[in-house]
Each structure stands twice: as structure tokens, then as C-alpha cells.
């Protein structure tokens, strides 16, 4: 039987049992959460439709614990997010299977010689989605396995997410810019195809009009996804690398910049263009991560606790492991303010 044909069947048995899909996958595993009664009911309608019952149980017990699926789409793994998943995993007993892919390949997640082996074969308890997928992916994923989204939204999709609080990250870092005297902010890096990216831009806007600062048109750059590897680096500065010196001469003292990665790129094509930082502009960056080796300066940012957001991911799945009809939610984490070396007064 094909992925497809799977996911069909369960879609199948799930409607005429009454009862989500994620419970009928359950329950064809002999899962001892489900109620003998719902198992029951479920068995009799998958023998009805000719589906091969069977699978492996899996519990709470500690010697067979829940195996969640970990999907990926990026070229650069996570690293923050890897290792809190891990520590989080081991507090909560459950198996990680790490799949990870290029993000130019993550619409084929599911063709037949892409599919990963523990969706393939039922294996996976939940889905814990890292980066920014299709939305279709999202969503057959979603339909198929209790799913977590970290940090990307997809509206419609039926699936948690874990989140940061972007309103006030972005507040802390104007509040911070404010106080060392700079008045003209400029954002650098808004990514429509992000949702992340349009939050925080978002956010910007608002905290300049909540401070009473000018909202300067010319003064926000937006970047495109590359098309060579889906991902936003390395970051294209050819088309507007000058527009960006010009505001800077022209009396825009600081930069914002939604991501720490693309912020550095920022300060790398400033000091190329004869800028210094922090003396002669301002950078801040969003969600810390470890330092670059390259020759710039320490970006100040906000940190976000990611132990404490793959923490509650997992408990997201195992919780609608136990509910699979309970609401979805979207919770957020919040930020913390994280000094660096690329702020100073405005001159």
C-alpha cells in the first residue's frame, strides 16, 4: 500500500468511526491509550474497508516510549533547536527520528523515495515541523499525525505552534535604540514568504508609533527567499546595498533586522562600504544564536528560550496524543533582552 493509499484509508476508517485520524493510527498500532471501546469500533470498520490491521504498541512505558518525527526543511540543521528537542526529549521519554532535507526538495516530503520511513510506516507518534514548509506538506502532515509547527504559522493548517512573542522582542530592541538617542530606524530583511519575518516588521511598525518615532518607507528592504536553495542566504545585497548607505548618510542611525543571521550579513556589507559599527550605524538582530566566525561585531538581539519552546512541543503532541479533538493552540514564548556590540549612541 502507497503513502497515499494509507492516508486515504485512514481518512477512510476515521470518518466512519467518527473519530481523527491520529486516533485511528493510534488505535491500528494498539495504542493502551485508546479506549478498548473506540479500538474496538475501529477495527471493525478498518476490517470492513480491508485494511490490514496490525503495528506496533507503544506507550507510556518508559522501556517503549513515543517516537516523535522531527521534519526539517533547510540546508543548515538548527543547532539550538536540535539540542533542546534532545534535552527535552529525555525529560519526557520519548524517541526522536530526525529528518531532515534541502529546502528546495520539501515539497516532495511525501512523493514514494522521499517519504520518511516512520511516516511511511505509522511509526510516529506526532510531527514536530522546523523551518518553513509547504503549506500543503503542513497540512497532509498535519492530517495525518498530531503536528507542532515551531516558530512559522500556517493558517488553515490544522496543526499547533510554537511561537515567540515578536511584539516584544521588537518592543525591547526600539526601547533600547530609543534610549541611546536614535530616532531614525530603519528595517532591513522583511520577507513576505515568512511569517515570522512579516510578524516582526509587524511589530516594528507598532513600537515605532507606540515611542512616537517616524515610520520611514524608504527606509524598509525587503529580501526574497534565494532561488538556488530556498533559503535566505547567503544574503543578495547587489540591489540595494547603496539605497541602504544612502539612507544611513542621510541621517537613518540604526537597523532592525527580523533574523541574527541576516543581521550579520548587514554588518559585513556595511564595514565593506566603509561604515563603522556601532560608531557611525546601529544594528540589532532577533532570536540569538551561536556567534559567526567572521570579522564583525557581537549583534545585539533578543534571545528566546528554545528549551522551553521544544519543551512544550513535545508536550503539545503527547497532550493531543491523549485529546486528539482538543482546540489548537498558538503559544509564545517570550524574549529577553540580549546586549551585544553593534549598538551605540546616535552621533
Same mark, same amino acid.
Given at each position: 500500500m502507497s503513502s497515499n493509499e494509507r492516508a486515504i484509508g485512514l481518512a477512510k476508517i476515521a470518518e466512519n468511526a467518527q473519530v481523527a485520524v491520529s486516533t485511528v493510527s493510534r488505535a491500528l498500532r494498539n495504542s493502551p491509550e485508546i479506549h478498548p471501546?473506540?479500538? #474496538?469500533?475501529?477495527?471493525?470498520? %478498518? =476490517?470492513? +474497508?480491508?485494511?490490514?490491521? &496490525?503495528?506496533?504498541?507503544?506507550? #507510556?512505558?518508559?522501556?517503549?516510549? %513515543? =517516537?516523535? +518525527?522531527?521534519?526539517?526543511? &533547510?540546508?543548515?540543521?538548527?543547532?539550538?533547536?536540535?539540542?533542546g528537542l534532545s534535552q527535552a526529549s529525555i525529560e519526557q521519554n520519548v524517541t526522536l527520528n530526525f529528518h531532515s532535507c534541502p529546502a528546495t526538495d520539501a515539497a516532495n516530503l511525501l512523493q514514494p523515495d522521499k517519504i520518511p520511513v516512520a511516516l511511511k510506516q505509522g511509526l510516529a507518534a506526532g510531527a514536530i515541523l522546523i523551518y518553513?514548509?509547504?503549506?500543503?506538506?503542513?497540512?497532509?502532515?498535519?492530517?495525518?499525525?498530531?503536528?507542532?509547527?515551531?516558530?512559522?504559522?500556517?493558517?488553515?493548517?490544522?496543526?499547533?505552534?510554537?511561537?515567540?512573542?515578536?511584539?516584544?522582542?521588537?518592543?525591547?530592541?526600539?526601547?533600547h535604540l530609543r534610549k541611546l538617542g536614535h530616532k531614525r530606524i530603519g528595517f532591513f530583511g522583511l520577507c513576505p514568504d515568512l511569517s515570522w519575518s512579516r510578524a516582526r516588521y509587524g511589530a516594528y511598525v507598532d513600537a515605532l508609533i507606540g515611542s512616537n518615532l517616524p515610520i520611514i518607507p524608504e527606509a524598509t528592504f525587503r529580501i526574497a527567499l534565494r532561488k538556488d536553495n530556498g533559503t535566505l542566504f547567503p544574503v543578495?545585497?547587489?540591489?540595494?546595498?547603496?539605497?541602504?548607505?544612502?539612507?544611513?548618510?542621510s541621517g537613518v542611525s540604526a537597523w532592525i533586522v527580523p533574523d541574527e543571521g541576516v543581521a550579520y550579513a548587514l554588518e559585513v556589507?556595511?564595514?565593506?562600504?566603509?561604515?563603522?559599527?556601532?560608531?557611525?550605524?546601529?544594528?540589532?538582530?532577533?532570536?540569538?544564536?551561536?556567534?559567526?566566525?567572521i570579522n564583525a561585531p557581537l549583534v545585539t538581539s533578543v534571545a528566546v528560550n528554545v528549551e522551553e519552546m521544544t519543551r512544550l512541543a513535545i508536550k503539545r503532541i503527547l497532550s493531543r496524543q491523549e485529546e486528539p479533538d482538543q482546540e489548537h493552540l498558538t503559544l509564545l514564548v517570550r524574549c529577553k533582552f540580549a546586549p551585544g556590540e553593534s549598538t551605540g549612541p546616535c552621533r
Open positions: 471501546k473506540t479500538r #474496538k469500533r475501529i477495527l471493525r470498520e %478498518a =476490517q470492513a +474497508l480491508g485494511y490490514e490491521t &496490525g503495528g506496533r504498541a507503544r506507550g #507510556k512505558n518508559p522501556a517503549n516510549p %513515543a =517516537q516523535i +518525527l522531527v521534519l526539517t526543511a &533547510g540546508e543548515e540543521p538548527p543547532r539550538g533547536y536540535m539540542t518553513r514548509w509547504p503549506t500543503e506538506i503542513a497540512e497532509q502532515v498535519a492530517r495525518q499525525l498530531p503536528t507542532v509547527s515551531l516558530v512559522h504559522t500556517y493558517p488553515d493548517v490544522p496543526a499547533d505552534t510554537i511561537g515567540i512573542q515578536e511584539s516584544g522582542g521588537i518592543a525591547l530592541l526600539v526601547d543578495d545585497f547587489s540591489t540595494n546595498i547603496d539605497a541602504i548607505v544612502k539612507q544611513v548618510r556589507a556595511l564595514i565593506e562600504q566603509g561604515l563603522r559599527i556601532p560608531e557611525d550605524v546601529s544594528v540589532v538582530g532577533f532570536h540569538r544564536h551561536p556567534r559567526p566566525a
